[in-house]
């Protein structure tokens, strides 16, 4: 049966409706980024840029690194952007854009995310990298979804140990890809959990003029202990881009330049710089 026009827009010139691309665009090594401005910050490092695309926040440059031909696609900021994203990258290549069929046999496509995120313990120092092993779901896209709803015994020690009593969601809890993690460990890189929450300020308990409706979440999240795994670090995509990977047949892993410790009321002083070493350790460590 095809999909109908409702459900999977093509635009007029071939390409999907939001990220704009078209399924020959689109590599099968993806790197994410949240900034649509750190897009020309990994494809500056191409040797070959092949082509430049953009609407709204997503942003796609795709081209060659050492002989390994990627895409870097931004998705802007939060779990929202990440449903559109996965589902339009997954589309790009697991649906016959002629037919409108799914293909019978399926690509999965390598999603390396390059973050940024504020660590939760007081000894991850700023200017740190961080590979979130299991992205922790406080906002709700997986549970949108079909699905077994990842790893309920975790879940359960998160609804038990940190007082969410006002939120009403259910957490998700979703690992990385082992085997593409693997690429990325070095004895520098801290191996963490990383909470993924519906925003910045509220939701990671910051405070300007406005109480969070939890209390100290931040010192229950720090407290939290499953079977001798602790939260680190708290961002904004990445326990939607592992549950929509794992969802859809792909491999993913996040990586994260500490910029900001919240125990310690730190923030990175060169920001840019980590995160251009991130990009750069990145690029690397994908071709070796
Ligand atoms: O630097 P990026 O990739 O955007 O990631 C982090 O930074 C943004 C908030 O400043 C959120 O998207 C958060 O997840
Ligand atoms: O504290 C931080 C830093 C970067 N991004 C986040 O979402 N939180």
């Not at 999907?16 to 494809?43: C, F, M």
């Not at 002989?67 to 779990?79: A, P, Q």
């Not at 079909?146 to 969410?164: H, M, N, W, Y």
Request: hydrophobic residues 40%; proline residues 3%; glycine residues 6%.
């Amino acid at each position: 049966m095809p999909i109908a026009n409702s459900e999977l827009i093509i635009n007029p010139d071939g390409s999907i409706y939001h990220l704009n691309l078209k399924p020959h665009q689109l590599a099968d090594t993806v790197i994410t980024v949240g900034d649509p401005e750190r897009v020309s910050e990994v494809s500056k490092y191409f040797d070959v840029i092949e082509l430049k695309v953009g609407k709204r926040e997503f942003h796609t440059h795709t081209g060659v690194y050492k002989n390994r031909r990627i895409s870097v696609v931004s998705t802007g900021i939060g779990t929202d952007n990440i449903d559109i994203v996965f589902n339009e990258l997954d589309a790009l290549v697991n649906v016959d854009f002629k037919t409108r069929e799914v293909k019978e046999e399926l690509k999965s496509l390598d999603i390396i995310r390059v973050g940024t995120s504020g660590a939760v313990q007081s000894d991850i120092p700023i200017d740190s990298f961080l590979l979130s092993q299991r992205g922790i779901g406080f906002d709700s896209l997986m549970h949108w979804y079909e699905s077994d709803g990842g790893d309920l015994a975790f879940a359960k020690a998160v609804t038990q140990q940190i007082p969410r009593s006002k939120l009403h969601s259910t957490p998700y809890i979703v690992n990385c890809d082992a085997d593409l993690a693997k690429k990325f460990q070095t004895v520098e890189m801290i191996n963490g959990n990383t909470i993924t929450n519906v925003g910045f300020y509220g939701p990671q308990s910051r405070k300007i003029r406005l109480q969070p409706a939890e209390n100290d979440l931040n010192q229950h999240i720090a407290d939290f202990n499953f079977e001798g795994h602790k939260i680190t670090n708290l961002e904004m995509e990445t326990a939607g881009i592992y549950a929509m990977s794992k969802l859809l047949g792909h491999r993913a892993v996040s990586l994260n330049a500490i910029l900001a410790n919240r125990a310690t009321g730190e923030f990175s002083t060169k920001p840019k710089e980590l995160v251009e070493k991130l990009i750069k350790f990145t690029l690397d460590s994908i071709v070796t």
